[in-house]
C-alpha cells in the first residue's frame, strides 16, 4: 500500500467519523480531530472547561462513532483506587476470590471532574495510561484496546479538589478546552435540544479498522528540518523566563508521535511546519511548570508557548524536502 492511499483513508476516516459526530454534537470538529490524534497516538486527553460545555457528550459520540465500549467515572472525594480498577470478591460456591473488574476496564473512559479525587485514587490510573494494564493482589490485567481517557476537570471551581501533580499531567498527550459557542452554533444547539429528538451515531470504523490507523501514522514522513523545529520549540521551554521546569524528553517524544498523527489525518503522508505549530501549545503547554513569580503576574503556559512560537524561526517550505520521494505527497492540507 502506497503512502498516498495511507494518507487519503486517514482523510477518509476523519470525514466520516465526524459526519456522524456531527449528527449528535455541533461545532465541535477541532475538539474530534485532536481526540482522533490521541486515539491514533494510543495516548490520552486532559479537557479542561467549565460545565455544560458537551463534554460528556461529545466522548460517548467518539466511542460510539468507532464502535467501542465507552464507561464514565465520576471523581468524587471518597472515591477509592478499587471502585475504578476492581476488586477481588470471595466467592463462596468455589471457596475462591474471583476478580470483580471496575469501570476501567473499557475502551474510552471519561474520568469525569478528575481532581476531585484524591491523589491516591488519581495514581491508580497511572498504570492503566502509561501501561494498559492494571495489577491487583499481586497479578496484571490487561486493558482492552484500543483504550483512551478523556479526563476533565474544572478550571473555575477549585474547593474540595487535588491538583494534579506533574507526572500524571505529563500522562496526558495533549490538553484542550471546548469553550463557548459562538452565537449561530449555540443557536443550533438550542433548537436541536428544543426538538427533544437525538440524532443516533452510527459506528463507521471497527477497533481492527482503528489499529490498523494507529499502525499507518507510524510511516508519515518527518523532514529533518521540520524534526529540527519541533526539538527546538520543546528545548526553548527549559529556562524559559517564567518557566521553572520545561518540557521534557517524553514531551518531545508526544509532539513528534501527534504531529504525524495530525498529518495523515489531514490527508498527508508527510509533515508541515504548520501541522507543529497548531499542536505544540496543546502538547507542551501543561507539562510546563511556572515560577511563583510568573503565576503571580498572572502569566500561562499558553501565553509563554505562544512567546516561543514567536521566537523560534520557523523552516522554510519551499525547497525543503518534506516527503521522502516527490511521488510520495498527499493532497494538500490547505486545497
Avoid at 66 to 81: A, E, K, Y
Avoid at 142 to 159: D, G, K, S
Avoid at 274 to 282: F, H, I, M, N, S
Amino acid at each position: 500500500m502506497s503512502s498516498e492511499v495511507d494518507a487519503s483513508a486517514g482523510a477518509a476516516a476523519v470525514s466520516r467519523v465526524l459526519e456522524q459526530i456531527g449528527r449528535r454534537i455541533v461545532g465541535q470538529s477541532a475538539a474530534v480531530e485532536l481526540l482522533l490524534v490521541a486515539l491514533l497516538c494510543e495516548a490520552h486527553v486532559l479537557i479542561e472547561d467549565v460545565p455544560g460545555t458537551g463534554k460528556t457528550a461529545l466522548a460517548k459520540a467518539l466511542a460510539q462513532s468507532l464502535q467501542l465500549s465507552f464507561r464514565r467515572i465520576q471523581f468524587t472525594p471518597d472515591l477509592l483506587p478499587s471502585d475504578i480498577i476492581g476488586s477481588s470478591i470471595f466467592d463462596q460456591r468455589t471457596s475462591s476470590f474471583e476478580f470483580r473488574p471496575g469501570p476501567l476496564f473499557g475502551q474510552i473512559i471519561l474520568a469525569d471532574e478528575i481532581n476531585r479525587a484524591t491523589p491516591r485514587t488519581q495514581s491508580a490510573l497511572l498504570e492503566a495510561m502509561e501501561e494498559q494494564q492494571i495489577s491487583v493482589d499481586g497479578a496484571t490485567r490487561p486493558l482492552p484496546r484500543p483504550f483512551l481517557v478523556i479526563a476533565t476537570q474544572n478550571p473555575v471551581e477549585l474547593e474540595g479538589t487535588f491538583a494534579l501533580p506533574e507526572a500524571q499531567l505529563d500522562r496526558f498527550l495533549l490538553q484542550l478546552s471546548l469553550g463557548y459557542p459562538d452565537l449561530e452554533t449555540e443557536r443550533a444547539i438550542v433548537l436541536r435540544n428544543q426538538a427533544g429528538v437525538s440524532a443516533a451515531v452510527s459506528g463507521v470504523l471497527t477497533p481492527e479498522e482503528l489499529a490498523s490507523l494507529q499502525r499507518a501514522v507510524g510511516a508519515v514522513h518527518v523532514a529533518e528540518p521540520v524534526h529540527t523545529y519541533l526539538l527546538e520549540l520543546v528545548r526553548a521551554t527549559r529556562g524559559w523566563p517564567g518557566v521553572q521546569l520545561g518540557a521534557s524528553p517524553r514531551a518531545s517524544i508526544a509532539l513528534f508521535r501527534s504531529v504525524q498523527a495530525l498529518a495523515w489525518l489531514r490527508g498527508r503522508a508527510y509533515v508541515l511546519p504548520d501541522d507543529v505549530k497548531t499542536l505544540a501549545p496543546t502538547v507542551l503547554a501543561h507539562r510546563l511548570v511556572l515560577t511563583h513569580e510568573a503565576r503571580a503576574k498572572a502569566v500561562s503556559a499558553q501565553l509563554i508557548m505562544k512567546h516561543i512560537l514567536d521566537r523560534v524561526a520557523v523552516p522554510v517550505e519551499d525547497g525543503l524536502a518534506l516527503t521522502p520521494s516527490a511521488h510520495a505527497r498527499g493532497p494538500s492540507a490547505h486545497a
